[in-house]
């Protein structure tokens, strides 16, 4: 909303405030108070509360609450209730077991299994297979002694109306449990959540180790037969069986052909007759359809001469039957007349998560007629016990009487029923036996003894009395994982062609792994250092073995090719990583360190290729670590060297003994090289006065330019000399001179600069006397200065050096180079002048002349902080008093006039960018000259 608006609203708000302190006052115009119910409610508070009135007086809503300090308050929302009760939802250690309700609540106890959640959300959110609960008494036998839908029941199991449907972004809980004092709820994907104080659950903020918990084992099918039960489930796309028992209700279809063609529909009787016309009352009562079949066509045939008869089953009747026990939904079912007992289950809704799957029970008039373990259809497809059910059969399930729980590495971990006289091999198959990874050797069992305490007992499962032993109810079979550690093999790592673990045989050697340097090895990998990590007892420690890799191959008889043992490791360095593969190494011998000894590391420092830190070989020598270290650098001290050696006294302490060593002697091929103990240094020297190879370069006017190796202490003049001094053109006031050192110092100077311009030009408006600097030209100023190119130039005087002043001479560094121009007989003029241009030079004129040649300096133009860039590279101030005479120009000068600083609001950096970015420029512009 505008301001002005909001100005007008409060202007109302005043005037109804006005009115409730005095008796004559202004009404609020409609206008006002309209636009006063648009802002916001907070903005409605504020504006109330700021003038004091009731907010109901402008909105015609109900007051609003005042608290003690006469302050508005928002109204209360009350939270939504819990969508299901936490005292309903089991324990997960509960589910599944033998023993469903405890012992402290053995009536109207909530019971849950996972399976119990299926149709959580297919059903609105409500809980439709979630509990079971005892106590409750059915009146019309369709409850018999079960209640289900958490969402009704409380602990009391009476009706629980505060109870709210599943909201869809609600998770699917199935069980709860308690982790380090705090309670979490479990959903169907193993997740953990917490019930916050208005009853909603929120994704629990639990450590890894906790949010791996496995999800609770199930009970193995009892979601199979899972479903909202049925009263008729019609079934007349099968084949009826010759055995079918024909019934009342039943009907016949009659086709007759021959001397007379006709159809008949019978339906069977109650007295279990048919009227076929013609014929008359055909009893068929208590036969089956074969019979019945026979029957009719034997009476049609007799009965009418030339006629023969085609009889089929028509519509079946329907049965009814009763579903009792721990049935998910018992009572009384009409069903198909062709319907099993597994259908029956179906029908019903399946079993409770108590039920018994292996004991269901037919029985008939009171007889009991057959038993079905359904176990037998599970794993087996057995159906021959998949009884055909008769009108007024009762399909009878029991209550299970024993559990066993099978986890770890089976097949198909769960909670499997036991029958009497079960064994181990029995409940491994009924889990679909073991894992190809499963320690068969020793499977544990969770038992209770006969004191209810729990014990575990060890069952070998490889041999017959093991899968022989009996289980017992409650036992928790847990089968364990072999390990993972291989044995009979050498693994290979680090700069091999193809890394890996291989079979290990005996007499094998590192030639059998290695054939060829091309093929077997990385590029850029060690051929005189790889060494072999070979496991000295149980507990993996190691030793370390050294070898040369080229020598392995190429000489199968050497000692290089080193015979291999089972779980050695092969590590194979690359030289520009040979620190970081060695680091793992350096660890596990610092970790195997026992009882105050050292551990068996050396180092070795100085003029190496590689210095660090190496592990200590069995009878290691100095020789090995210099290896190691991938031999002496150029330029190294072979004459002496020095060992520094820790001598440990139990009484005096640790001792530091120096001895010197020469290298010459300890690295010939037949010398017995003094053997090395933990944590010697060997420290290698550089030869007196050595250094690499330095260069500089010399261009221009010069008889022999080019690159020129110096030694310490070398100076210019030195160098000009060897190059054939200079030709008759060299300009030597123009001559310029770079210095790899200064040149880093101006890229950092520059860099700081770019950075301290950059948080001037965010902090200072570029204008004045209504002139503006765009944000275009300054940011084109700044990305001028961080693309500029330094050169790190150094002003020198070439022609003192050449003259034999020595004060003037300069020692040289590696990298430097010298461009010395050709004569130049011109001066330019840049920077903010009428003309930049460049003149031919013209002795005795100064400085304002060629100014004015330029055209004189713009309206914008610092002019009074002007400078020449002399040809040699040093900066001087022209003189432009009243009285001076000026400051004469010389050639290859550069006159550079800088803009005016006060047009950028004191910018105080720009007179130095531009400075940088001036001078720069003409350095480059002279190398280039000479360059081309």
């Not at 409610?41 to 609450?65: M, V």
């Not at 364990?480 to 700069?495: H, Q």
């Not at 050709?822 to 002349?849: A, D, L």
Request: glycine share 8%; proline share 4%.
């Amino acid at each position: 909303m505008f301001p002005k608006a909001k100005s007008l609203i409060a202007v109302g708000i005043a005037i109804v405030a006005t009115a409730s302190f005095s008796s004559i006052a202004l009404t609020p115009t409609p206008q006002m108070i309209e636009q006063f119910k648009q802002l916001p409610k907070s903005e409605q508070l504020k504006l109330a509360k700021q003038y004091g009135i009731d907010i109901s007086s402008l909105t015609g809503g109900s007051k609003l609450n005042r608290n003690d300090n006469n302050d508005f308050e928002e109204p209360i929302v009350k939270p939504r209730t819990a969508y299901f009760d936490a005292d309903l939802i089991e324990d997960c250690s509960a589910i599944g077991s033998s023993s469903f309700v405890s012992t402290k609540h053995k009536k109207n106890t909530i019971r849950s299994s996972q399976s119990d959640y299926q149709n959580f959300k297919a059903n609105n959110g409500q809980f439709s297979r979630h509990v079971q609960m005892d106590g409750l008494n059915s009146q019309n036998g369709n409850l018999s002694g079960q209640s289900r839908g958490l969402n009704s029941l409380n602990n009391s199991g009476q009706q629980n109306t505060n109870l709210q449907p599943r909201p869809e972004n609600q998770p699917n809980i199935i069980c709860k449990t308690t982790i380090a004092g705090n309670q979490y709820f479990i959903d169907n994907l193993g997740k953990k959540y917490t019930l916050n104080n208005f009853g909603t659950l929120t994704l629990a903020k639990v450590n890894d180790k906790q949010q791996k918990t496995k999800k609770p084992l199930q009970i193995f099918g009892l979601d199979m037969f899972a479903g909202e039960p049925t009263t008729f489930a019609p079934i007349s796309d099968v084949p009826v069986p010759s055995e079918y028992m024909v019934g009342p209700g039943d009907t016949i279809n009659v086709q007759t052909y021959g001397k007379e063609s006709d159809n008949f529909e019978l339906v069977v009787q109650r007295n279990g007759t048919v009227q076929l016309p013609q014929v008359g009352p055909i009893s068929i009562v208590g036969l089956s359809f074969a019979e019945a079949k026979k029957l009719i066509k034997d009476k049609i045939k007799s009965s009418t001469i030339g006629v023969e008869s085609s009889v089929t089953l028509g519509q079946l009747r329907s049965i009814r039957i009763f579903i009792a026990g721990e049935a998910y939904k018992p009572g009384s079912y009409t069903v198909s007349s062709l319907s099993t007992i597994t259908q029956a289950l179906y029908v019903s809704g399946g079993i409770s998560n108590i039920g018994s799957l292996r004991n269901i029970e037919l029985k008939r008039a009171g007889k009991l007629v057959g038993k079905l373990d359904l176990y037998d259809l599970l794993m087996r497809g057995d159906s021959s016990s998949d009884l055909r059910l008769q009108s007024g059969d009762v399909v009878f399930i029991p209550a299970a009487k024993a559990y066993v729980s099978v986890d770890g590495d089976v097949r198909r971990p769960a909670i499997y029923e036991l029958k009497k006289d079960e064994n181990f091999a029995d409940v491994i198959n009924m889990a679909s036996g073991l894992k190809a990874k499963a320690f068969a050797k020793a499977i544990s069992v969770e038992r209770f003894n006969k004191n209810h305490l729990k014990t575990v007992i060890s069952v070998d499962y490889t041999t017959t009395q093991g899968r022989r032993q009996n289980v017992k109810d409650g036992d928790y079979i847990t089968v364990s994982s072999s390990s993972d550690r291989l044995e009979n093999s050498v693994e290979v790592a680090g700069a091999a062609t193809r890394p890996g673990q291989y079979q290990w045989t005996k007499g094998m050697r590192v030639s059998d792994i290695f054939h060829s340097v091309r093929s077997d090895l990385s590029k850029g990998a060690d051929l005189t250092y790889a060494v072999v990590l070979r496991a000295i007892n149980e507990q993996d420690e190691v030793e370390v073995l050294q070898f040369s890799l080229n020598n392995a191959i190429k000489f199968n008889d050497s000692k290089d090719n080193l015979l291999l043992e089972p779980r050695d490791k092969i590590v194979v360095f690359k030289d520009d990583e040979r620190q970081i593969a060695l680091l793992p190494i350096i660890q596990q011998l610092k970790k195997q360190t026992h009882l105050g000894e050292m551990a068996k590391l050396v180092e070795v420092n100085g003029s190496v290729r590689y210095p660090g830190v190496y592990p200590l070989v069995e009878n290691g020598s100095v020789r090995d670590l210099l290896t190691a270290a991938g031999g002496l650098e150029e330029g190294s001290y072979t004459l002496s060297a020095e060992l520094t050696r820790q001598q440990i006294d139990p009484i005096k302490g640790a001792k530091i003994i120096h001895k010197e060593l020469n290298l010459n002697d300890v690295l010939h091929v037949n010398h017995n090289s003094l053997k090395l103990q933990s944590r010697d240094v060997i420290s290698v020297r550089k030869l007196p006065d050595w250094q690499q190879t330095r260069w500089v370069s010399i261009k221009g006017e010069v008889r022999f330019p080019g690159t020129y190796s110096i030694q310490r202490g070398e100076t210019l003049k030195n160098v000009i000399t060897r190059a054939g001094g200079l030709t008759p053109n060299a300009f030597t006031y123009g001559s310029i001179f770079l210095r790899e050192s200064i040149k880093e110092k101006e890229q950092e100077q520059v860099r700081n600069l770019a950075d301290e311009l950059r948080r001037e030009i965010a902090a200072k408006a570029l204008t004045k006397d209504g002139t503006t600097i765009s944000y275009k030209d300054s940011q084109q100023m700044l990305d001028q200065l961080q693309n500029i190119e330094v050169v790190g130039r150094l002003s020198i005087d070439l022609s003192a050096i050449l003259g034999d002043i020595k004060s003037a001479d300069i020692e040289l560094e590696a990298n430097d180079e010298l461009y010395i121009p050709s004569k130049n007989q011109t001066v330019s003029v840049m920077g903010q002048v009428q003309y930049p241009s460049t003149h031919r030079f013209i002795k005795g004129e100064t400085f304002e002349q060629y100014l004015s040649m330029a055209g004189g300096a713009r309206k914008r133009a610092d002019e009074g902080r002007s400078y020449i860039l002399r040809a040699n590279g040093s900066v001087v101030i022209p003189d432009t008093g009243f009285l001076s005479a000026g400051t004469r120009m010389m050639p290859g000068d550069t006159i550079i006039v800088p803009l005016d600083t006060e047009y950028k609001d004191t910018l105080t950096l720009w007179q130095q960018v531009t400075s940088v970015v001036y001078n720069s420029a003409v350095a480059i512009a002279s190398i280039a000259r000479i360059n081309n």
